[in-house]
């Protein structure tokens, strides 16, 4: 039995951004970097979807990422933060 026949609930991706929080908890800015870059064109549409209005969810999804920034050590399970 092979690594990934004992996790088929988790996707390549998944597994990558899990591998970058880690490094963000570690300090590392590019790791935290990389996590906007995959992740905040998706939070902006979410955003616009609950806001109606660009500026609204820009400001929202800002909001949410310095709080990220913030409190990332503090996410006990790093397969949680998606």
Request: proline share 4%; no cysteine; charged share 25%.
């Amino acid at each position: 039995m092979g690594i990934m026949d004992r996790m088929p609930d988790r996707t390549p991706d998944q597994i990558y951004d899990e591998w970058l929080v880690i490094r963000s908890q570690d300090g590392e800015v590019a790791a935290l970097t990389e996590l906007v870059s995959r992740w905040n064109g998706r939070l902006i549409g979410f955003a616009m979807g609950l806001t109606g209005e660009e500026a609204a969810a820009l400001d929202a999804v800002q909001g949410a990422w310095l709080v990220a920034a913030r409190d990332i050590g503090k996410l006990r399970d790093p397969a949680r933060f998606a």
